[in-house]
């Protein structure tokens, strides 16, 4: 008889794990799609600043991903005036660190939709965390 190479109470949770990433990834990319249309917008039709501009689009998106992932990646069971609070101050740090990652990008030579790519990735890992392990926990 072979034996799994992981222990069988293992395995639901990694693929709850990746389920629940998944979603995770699902409710970004809806925020991350309006962050980048208000960051084009604004940079494009009204010359605003990238890292500015990346700042507002991301707060804007986060508000989405907060509704999304509150009700269907984690099915959030606490109250909103545990979770919001929690939320609104990991996305002020994300909507800043990201602010930070485009205009630092950008100022070295990087087209700021190639800064704002890689910055995206950095903060998609760290809010996942985040989210998982304190707010919605």
Request: aromatic share 12%.
């Given at each position: 008889m072979l034996k799994p190479s992981q222990p069988s109470y293992k395995i639901p949770l990694i693929?709850?794990?990746?389920?629940?990433?998944?979603?995770?990834?699902?409710?970004?990319?809806?925020?991350?799609?309006?962050?980048?249309?208000?960051?084009?917008?604004?940079?494009?039709?009204?010359?605003?600043?990238?890292?500015?501009?990346?700042?507002?689009?991301?707060t804007a998106g986060a508000c989405t991903v907060y509704l999304i992932n509150s009700r269907y990646t984690f099915d959030n069971q606490h109250s909103h005036a545990r979770t919001l609070p929690r939320f609104a101050l990991m996305a002020m740090v994300g909507a800043v660190l990201n602010g930070m990652l485009v205009a630092m990008l950008s100022a070295a030579g990087l087209h700021f939709l190639l800064a704002q790519i890689i910055a995206t990735v950095a903060i998609l890992v760290i809010n996942f965390t985040v989210s998982k392990l304190w707010i919605f926990r």
């Open positions: 693929r709850n794990l990746g389920i629940q990433f998944t979603k995770f990834v699902a409710a970004g990319g809806a925020g991350t799609a309006l962050h980048y249309v208000i960051l084009i917008m604004l940079v494009s039709q009204f010359g605003v600043p990238a890292g500015s501009a990346a700042f507002v689009g991301a």
